[in-house]
């Protein structure tokens, strides 16, 4: 069955960096769009950043230039590389994919972007 697994999330200052990952079981990440989203407390869930299955990415413009999505398909893990954080950047981040009509989450990983 489709599996999920985020790590790597923390209390980070404001301007340090995370790395996130994604393992994923289940199925191949290569083959399908992978996201990450995150929601901060009293907040919607947002969508930070996609990756296609032809490697195309796409980011929120409130991220754009700060987090970069990748993908490693020996590993069939995706990651999320998130810099220049920001306090606006607290959240419990999720990888999700769409598979066959039904969306799977992970479990979420918390950022928090403190001084």
């Known amino acids: 069955q489709v599996q999920l697994v985020e790590s790597g999330g923390g209390l980070v200052q404001p301007g340090g960096s995370l790395r996130l990952s994604c393992a994923a079981s289940?199925?191949?990440?290569?083959?399908?769009?992978m996201n990450w989203y995150r929601q901060a407390p009293g907040k919607e869930r947002e969508l930070v950043a996609t990756i296609a299955p032809f490697g195309g990415t796409n980011y929120a413009d409130s991220v754009k230039g700060r987090f970069a999505i990748s993908r490693d398909n020996a590993k069939n893990t995706v990651s999320l590389q998130m810099g220049s954080l920001k306090p606006e950047d607290t959240a419990t981040y999720y990888c999700t994919v769409q598979r066959n009509g039904q969306r799977y989450w992970g479990q979420g990983t918390q950022v928090t972007v403190s001084s």
């Open positions: 289940g199925f191949t990440v290569s083959t399908y769009a």
